[in-house]
């Protein structure tokens, strides 16, 4: 009750700057909670996805594989990789002496394969970034955001001690503690904010090494028509 009171009279006394450094925090930890939990359920079912890679290579054809995955790839990371990289195998060259209908048609067929296989690996690695500057922008900012209101309040909470005339602890103490008040709020917005950038990371991390040798081993039966190490 008597924290209540303080935050109430701490609000009352303060000036419309302060009030601006409150909002700015608040609103940095609402956009920072929504990025972490969307980002937190988008990689939960990207990993639980991952589990069915070793389901592809059992299948009988490329088509049924695909068509197995799809289900399961519901963020859309492992399946588009590897049914643009059967369409890409599957165009094929002009005849000799024929103009070729596209550039992708006159193109080598292993250096195509390759080609779509890193433009969808870039795509998905932009999609797992997304997010991530915002995050690491909230838990390296707010902290001294928070600074700057306390710094703002104690400065005003010693002008009105020493427009008053007379300097007493009790005084001084209160309105000062109050300001620190900023100092913690910035930290509470921080602090998630960081845990949730290095936390996604790591699992980025993880994903993109098993996308990529995923699409190695695309490659390698797209272009010899086996597996690596298979």
């Known amino acids: 009750m008597d924290q209540s009171l303080g935050l109430a009279r701490y609000w009352a ?22 990025y972490i939990l969307s980002k937190a359920w988008s990689s939960w079912r990207i990993r639980r996805s991952a589990a069915a890679l070793d389901d592809f290579w059992q299948a009988p054809t490329l088509e049924v594989a695909i068509a197995g995955i799809k289900p399961f790839d519901s963020e859309n990371v492992y399946s588009p990789l590897a049914s643009q990289a059967a369409d890409a195998a599957a165009i094929k060259p002009p005849a000799p002496g024929t103009p070729a209908a596209s550039l992708n048609a006159a193109s080598d067929p292993g ?23 915002l995050l690491a922008s909230v838990g390296s900012t707010a902290p001294f955001v928070g600074l700057f209101g306390t710094v703002w309040g104690i400065y005003h909470a010693l002008e009105a001690v020493s427009s008053s005339g007379t300097i007493q ?10 300001a620190l008040i900023m100092t913690a709020l910035g930290l509470v917005v921080a602090i998630p904010a960081v845990l949730a950038y290095n936390a996604f990371t790591r699992v980025n991390r993880i ?13 390698a039966y797209l272009t010899t028509g086996s597996r690596v190490g298979k």
């Open 13 to 34: 006394q303060t000036d419309a700057i302060s009030h601006s450094v409150a909002y700015v925090l608040v609103i940095m930890s609402v956009v920072s909670w929504f």
């Open 111 to 133: 250096e195509l394969i390759t080609r779509t296989l890193r433009r969808e690996i870039n795509r998905v690695s932009s999609r797992l970034e997304s997010g991530l500057t």
């Open 169 to 178: 602890i009790d005084k001084v103490a209160g309105p000062v503690g109050e």
């Open 207 to 219: 994903t993109l090494a098993e996308l990529d040798a995923f699409a190695h081993d695309l490659h």
